[in-house]
């Protein structure tokens, strides 16, 4: 599969295409794609999304990707690298806390496919930000570049807090450090299960057991095996909506028993079977 790579901390590229250059593939580093207009489908970790002018996506380091463009469509392609994000750490000493949980967030944005844009507020604050980064690409005037890095920055936080919004309630400012190592650490993990046994955590970041159970409730307000299991049912609420998977296929990637293990946790997350939840989602949207 081919892998695209980044060589300067972050670049701007505007395209307008018919199709996609490149077919499904990684990238090393983090891009936003801002749909200025056209139509088409983003293809992302086995899920497919439709989109449309004003939607925003983030593809995190080794996300599996491409897009089918039915109607000719405007991209905004920012790209930027950790080393982008550790250069803002170094010169904003007094914010590095917040920037280091920003790369957390954006991170762990991976397992969270679609418009990245939740917030209806922020669409509208996005737009305007990529008006004015094309303002200062076509005028050049001057400390473009220092202006244009700027809007880069606020784009990147607006994303950051989006993301942030859908995480666990307790999470915030104020979460320690480790919890929300071992957060990334088990959505980095989520399709083996063998890491994610409570000894295989524990070991991993030299807690024990019972003070890592204790530890992780006291932060997020769920139990880690409570996390887990509903981290889980998130990402086969994707599978059903936006995939064509096959139930047992989803069971053999998320390391469920069998398929009755699923259906039960599943109906009783959403009060539907994992079929009876694929088939309203497309009545519901024909």
């Known amino acids: 599969m081919a892998r695209a790579s980044l060589y300067q901390p972050f670049e701007i590229i505007y395209k307008e295409l018919d199709e996609c ?3 499904e593939h ?6 936003l794609v801002y749909i200025v207009n056209g139509t088409g489908k983003h293809s992302i970790n086995k899920n497919q999304f439709t989109y449309h002018p004003g939607n925003m996506f983030l593809i995190t380091p080794d996300d599996q990707h491409s897009f089918a ?37 954006l991170r762990n944005a991976s397992h969270q496919p679609g418009c ?42 607006i994303v950051a807090r989006n993301i942030a919004m859908t995480m666990p309630e307790k999470v915030s400012d104020s979460t320690g450090n480790t919890v929300m190592d071992i957060i990334n650490y088990i959505q980095e993990n989520i399709y083996t299960p063998d ?19 204790r530890y992780f409730k006291k932060h997020t ?23 064509d998977m096959r139930i047992n296929e989803i069971v053999a990637e998320l390391g469920f ?12 997350h959403k009060g539907l079977s994992p079929t009876g939840f694929r088939k309203q989602f497309v009545l519901e949207n024909v």
């Open 21 to 23: 250059p490149m077919s």
């Open 26 to 31: 990684r990238q090393n580093f983090f891009e």
């Open 69 to 105: 463009i039915q109607e000719t469509t405007q991209f905004y392609f920012i790209r930027f690298s950790d080393i982008y994000i550790k250069s803002r750490k170094e010169q904003e000493g007094r914010d590095a806390e917040w920037i280091r949980r920003m790369e957390y967030i």
């Open 116 to 157: 990245i844009l939740c917030n209806p507020g922020d669409k509208v604050l996005v737009k305007a930000l990529i008006n004015s980064i094309t303002t200062e690409l076509v005028n050049r005037s001057l400390y473009h570049q220092e202006l244009i890095s700027q809007l880069v920055n606020t784009m990147i936080t």
């Open 195 to 213: 890491l994610l046994r409570i000894e295989s955590i524990g070991a991993h970041f030299g807690i024990s057991e019972g003070y890592l159970g």
């Open 221 to 243: 307000g769920e139990s880690l095996q409570q996390y887990i299991t509903n981290f889980k049912l998130k990402l086969v609420e994707m599978r059903l909506q936006h995939s």
């Open 257 to 268: 028993t069998d398929e009755s293990h699923l259906n039960r946790l599943f109906k009783k």
